[in-house]
């Protein structure tokens, strides 16, 4: 069992499943799967789920179009959400 996003903690073999069921893109893996969707932002996975995609469909790398990225504007702090009357 080898673990591709550690953030979802989701394995090749999940992938590789739901490629096999007609998930064929990075967007609809991240849509089904959550993979990118965690701490790192893809930062570790996104280069590897792109590859798997390449190996199962035959299609090369510089084809493979990457998800969607919706980085925060501003991140803020907790306490500014909080109401303090």
Same mark, same amino acid.
């Given at each position: 069992?080898?673990?591709i996003c550690r953030c979802e903690?989701?394995?090749?073999?999940?992938i590789v499943q739901k490629i096999s069921e007609g998930y064929h893109t990075m967007d609809d893996l991240k849509r089904i799967l959550r993979v990118t969707m965690g701490l790192?932002?893809?930062k570790g996975c996104?280069?590897?789920i792109a590859k798997i /995609?390449?190996?199962?469909?035959?299609? @090369?790398?510089?084809? /493979?179009v990457q998800p969607t990225y919706r @980085?925060?504007?501003k991140p803020i702090p907790i306490s500014a959400t909080?109401?303090?009357?």
């Open positions: 069992m080898k673990i903690d989701i394995t090749e073999e999940e790192c932002q893809g996104r280069r590897h /995609i390449s190996r199962e469909l035959g299609i @090369p790398m510089e084809k /493979i @980085p925060p504007i909080v109401d303090r009357k």
